[in-house]
């Protein structure tokens, strides 16, 4: 069974703080991605990578950075965590193929509530 | 970035009553793919369209990719209280793109 696991099911952070959230896979997969959902703005994407150390910039990378040391894990940090920054993120990874785009798995999500 | 439209952004419909949502875009899309989320999951791929024109079902869900390649169609038949959740469209702005674009979802709520 594919599995896509993130580090924490709930966090709440100060302003200011350094937050990361991690997230881990265990189907050999190249792309990772980091999305954050919001209410009536769908899926928005953060960053994604699609190789060990390679990253590329999503949508939305304003005041976060990621890394990727190992294949299986891709780590998103809040240099220094906003209120704005409050929200549900999802971590997502994939494998490219043959036909068009293929499927993304999700991971749980984290909901992160900066005060 | 682009955005996917859906409609409607909520339902509330009674246990046996089939659902009907769409996802619009101004650009072309070569694949069309729709999720569901549950409540407190991440988001699970549901159907996968890969034509114009092209109609898939998947046990009571039956998607369609609109001859225009800028929509896109979800319905449901009988709804159960399983079906309770948030529906995505997605998709890739460029063929073999592996960053998918997601519309702001549907969200269903069944009445008991």
């Known amino acids: 069974d594919v599995k896509v696991t993130q580090s924490s099911r709930y966090l709440v952070k100060r302003t200011g703080e350094k937050v990361f959230l991690e997230c881990v896979q265990d189907?050999?997969?190249?792309?990772m991605f980091w999305y954050r959902q919001d209410p009536g703005l769908g899926l928005r994407l953060i960053y994604f990578?699609?190789?060990?150390?390679?990253?590329e910039k999503g949508d939305i990378p304003e005041g976060y950075s990621v890394s990727r040391e190992k294949k299986e894990r891709f780590s998103l940090i809040l240099e220094s965590a906003s209120t704005n920054q409050t929200s549900m993120y999802l971590c997502?990874?994939?494998?490219?193929?043959?036909?068009?785009?293929?499927?993304?798995?999700f991971g749980p999500g984290t909901r992160l509530t900066v005060l | 970035g682009q955005q996917l439209n859906q409609s409607p952004q909520s339902m509330f419909i009674q246990e046996g009553e089939d659902v009907s949502m769409n996802c619009t875009s101004s650009?072309?899309?070569?694949?069309w793919l729709w999720y569901k989320q549950d409540p407190g999951e991440g988001p699970v791929l549901l159907i996968a369209?890969?034509?114009?024109?092209e109609l898939t079902s998947n046990g009571r869900l039956t998607a369609q990719f609109g001859i225009t390649r800028k929509d896109s169609f979800l319905n449901i038949s009988a709804s159960i209280p399983s079906d309770v959740g948030i529906y995505f469209c997605?998709?890739?702005?460029?063929?073999?793109?592996?960053?998918?674009?997601f519309g702001t979802g549907t969200r269903l709520t069944i009445i008991p």
């Open positions: 997605a998709g890739p702005l460029n063929f073999g793109n592996e960053k998918l674009t």
């Open positions: 189907m050999d997969h190249e792309n």
């Open positions: 990578s699609y190789d060990v150390k390679m990253k």
């Open positions: 369209l890969y034509k114009a024109g």
């Open positions: 997502a990874s994939s494998s490219p193929g043959l036909v068009g785009t293929d499927t993304q798995y």
């Open positions: 650009s072309i899309f070569n694949t």
